[in-house]
């Protein structure tokens, strides 16, 4: 969660490459700084990324990867597979596993109930299956804002400070980032963990008002906010990125 701070871009051309065998997207990536061909399979997005030298030719790209297929094969053999968000599948809410059930949309009703009470705790969605993929989201992004709505103001008024706006994105790299201007960003995956792991970005970013680094003063103002603070930064560590599973077609 860096500190606020926009880094520029170094990519200049991102390009699509078809590669045989391959069943995920082979992404090629021209870098000013890159010296050589460098190869990695990124688990969040599912991709293989080839990085090369800027002047370079994209065919070489497609030759290095073809040396390299084995690695490739092995590494993507390691990516779990997406969850859809589809009637069937088991999706966390706040760190508890939910299954998804298609119920008939009756008037009054909400489109989307936790039920806590089945022996397996179920998310209801109303209407139609070709719904459910949208409805899911909305309603995920909805508890995300309502969270941390909740837990930046409780941060906020402990620290005494003051957040401008809260925005909610999907993410990659980051859980949160804290702009100049006292925005805060958050990713809406945050719903899916568990809630003290809500909690812990909610307060960093918070802290990040007061403080735009993460020094010793830093730590210390999210440490006054959060007691779990080392649980909630190994979770992010270990769990965080089988979060990006979710919601993939
Ligand atoms: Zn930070």
Sequence with gaps: ???????????????????????????????????????????????????????????????FLNKHIDWVRERLG???????????????????????????AERGAPIVKADANAAVPRLLVAGRVEHVPRRLRDWLYEEAKRDLDERVSFHAKALGVRARRI?????????????????????????????????????HEVAHILEMNHGPRFWRLVAKCVPRLEEAKAWLRNEGSDLHRYGLT
Aim: hydrophobic letters at 45%; charged letters at 20%; glycine letters at 8%.
């Design 78 to 104: 390691n990516v779990p597979d997406g969850v859809p968000f589809a009637p069937g599948q088991t999706i966390p809410v706040r760190g508890k596993p939910h299954r998804v059930a298609v119920v008939a």
């Design 167 to 203: 925005c909610l994105r999907d993410q990659q790299t980051r859980w949160g980032s804290c702009s100049a201007t006292g925005v805060l960003s958050f990713s809406w995956r945050l719903i899916l963990a568990p809630p003290f792991v809500l909690d812990y970005v909610a307060a």
């Design 1 to 63: 969660m860096p500190a606020g701070k926009k880094t520029a871009t170094s990519v200049s051309k991102t390009v699509a490459l078809q590669v045989e065998g391959i069943g995920v997207p082979v992404e090629v990536r021209r870098h000013h700084a890159a010296r050589r061909f460098t190869l990695r399979v990124s688990k969040t997005r599912r991709a293989v990324v080839v990085t090369m030298p800027t002047r370079a030719r994209v065919d070489d790209a497609g030759v």
